[in-house]
C-alpha cells in the first residue's frame, strides 16, 4: 500500500455535474477504470490505474451549482490529525468550511479555505492512505496554487505544514520572467506557488491547480478536444521540466496534463 508522508499531497477528486460523462472522459484521456461506492450520502466514484485508486468523483451538490461554483478539483493533503490540523488553520487566517468527519473507515478529513481564498482538504487516513499512484503516466504528479497574495500563503502553509518556501526566478512559456515558489517538505518539493497576474480575469477565483502525468502531451491535448473538452493553454514546453497543457473537462473542471523530461520525474 503507498503510504504518504504528514504535509504531503495524497489524493484528489472531482466534484462535477456529470459523474458517468466525467468517468468516460477521464478514462479515456488515461486509461482509468472505475466502480462505484454507493453509501447513505450517495454515490463516489473510485478511479483505478491498474487496479489501484488513483481519486475519485462524484456529483456536485445543487447548493454549489446555484451558487455558481464550477466543477472542480479538490486537492487532499496527508495530515497527522486532521482536529489539530483543523484548528490550526484557523488560528494561521483560513477557514474551515467542512469540520472533521469521518468517511466511514477509510479516514478523516476537513475541507480548508486560505487566507487567499483557495480551497483544500486535510486527510487523516485509517483505511485509506491515498492514491495508489503518483507521478506515474495518468497519475498526478503536481500540485500548483495560483494565489493573488502569496506573502500571505507563505506564512499559512509554512504554519500547517511545516513546508520552506523557496523563491525562484523563472520564466513563463513566452519567456517572460515569473516569481515561482517551491514549497519544500524537508528537502523534497510539496508543492509549487505563483502569483495570478493581469492574465487571469477577475472572476477567476485562487485554486490548486492538480497536473496529470502523461507520455504523450500532444495526444493528449488531442483527446481533449476530441472528447469535449476545452485547452486553455497548448502543448507548450516549460524549459527543463517538460511540455504541458491546461485543460478544462467537458463540464467545466479545470486540470492539467504533463510530459515531464525524464530527468525530472515527479
Given at each position: 500500500m503507498t503510504t504518504y508522508a504528514p504535509g504531503t499531497f495524497c489524493w484528489a477528486d472531482l466534484s462535477t455535474t456529470d459523474p458517468k460523462a466525467a468517468t468516460a472522459f477521464y478514462e479515456g484521456l488515461f486509461s482509468w477504470t472505475h466502480y462505484v461506492n454507493s453509501s447513505d450520502h450517495g454515490d463516489y466514484t473510485l478511479?483505478?490505474?491498474?487496479?489501484?485508486?488513483?481519486?475519485?468523483?462524484?456529483?456536485?451538490?445543487?447548493?454549489?451549482?446555484?451558487?455558481?461554483?464550477?466543477?472542480?478539483?479538490?486537492?487532499?493533503?496527508?495530515?497527522e490529525n486532521t482536529h489539530a490540523s483543523a484548528a490550526k488553520a484557523k488560528e494561521l487566517g483560513g477557514s474551515v468550511i467542512m469540520e472533521p468527519m469521518d468517511v466511514m473507515d477509510h479516514g478523516l478529513m476537513a475541507v480548508i479555505v486560505d487566507p487567499s481564498g483557495a480551497p483544500f482538504a486535510i486527510w487523516q487516513p485509517k483505511a485509506h492512505s491515498g492514491a495508489g499512484f503518483f507521478g506515474d503516466p495518468g497519475s498526478y504528479c503536481w500540485f500548483e496554487l495560483m494565489t493573488r497574495d502569496a506573502a500571505a500563503c507563505k506564512a499559512f502553509y509554512s504554519g500547517l505544514f511545516g513546508w520552506t518556501p523557496v523563491d525562484q526566478q523563472m520564466k513563463d512559456p513566452s519567456g517572460k520572467d515569473i516569481h515561482y515558489t517551491m514549497m519544500m517538505m524537508g528537502e523534497m518539493p510539496a508543492a509549487g506557488m505563483m502569483e495570478m497576474g493581469e492574465e487571469f480575469p477577475a472572476e477567476v477565483p485562487p485554486h490548486w491547480m492538480l497536473y496529470f502525468a502523461v507520455e504523450d502531451c500532444e495526444a493528449g491535448a488531442k483527446y481533449i478536444q476530441d472528447n469535449g473538452g476545452q485547452l486553455h493553454v497548448p502543448p507548450t514546453d516549460i524549459p527543463g521540466i517538460g511540455r504541458f497543457a491546461a485543460a478544462m473537462d467537458p463540464q467545466g473542471g479545470a486540470f492539467c496534463i504533463i510530459k515531464l523530461l525524464p530527468q525530472e520525474g515527479c
Open positions: 478511479l483505478q490505474k491498474d487496479g489501484k485508486d488513483i481519486g475519485g468523483l462524484y456529483q456536485q451538490m445543487p447548493e454549489q451549482a446555484e451558487a455558481g461554483v464550477p466543477p472542480h478539483w479538490l486537492s487532499y493533503v496527508c495530515v
